[in-house]
């Protein structure tokens, strides 16, 4: 099952939800699980933010071979759940073709429909990258229960 992270620029959020994921599927011997990110306005090939790199390394999540992408209708057509950052983000995932299978993924995770969008650090100090590596790694636990449990019952 390939699920794809999206976010803007793919320097940040979305790199580092993939590695959250990662770590947790592989915590939990969930090896069907492929993870991946894009970027709704990404430069093809660009590193992972500094905020990002540093507070990665605080955490054990090993961004530094990650390079931007750019989402394409490819990608989209290819994941099997895209899980967006923010509602302008689940927007574009729309309009090149993911519809039915995307989500923002504080609504996945939780079954809602509040919109509500993850923070974005870029910019931000570490402490920001902190708070939001914090939210992501909640939100994503919630995200794998829900497919754990799914699963399960199929």
Known sequence: MLILFVCTGNTCRSPIAAAIARRIAHDRGLAHLDLSSAGTSAVDGQPASDGAL?????????????RARQLTPELVDQADLILAMGPHHLERVEALGGTGKAYLLTDYATRSHDGRPVTDPFGGDLDVYRATVDELEGEIQRAVDRLATERAAS
């Open 54 to 66: 540093l507070v990665g390394i605080e955490r054990q999540l090993d961004l530094t071979e990650h």
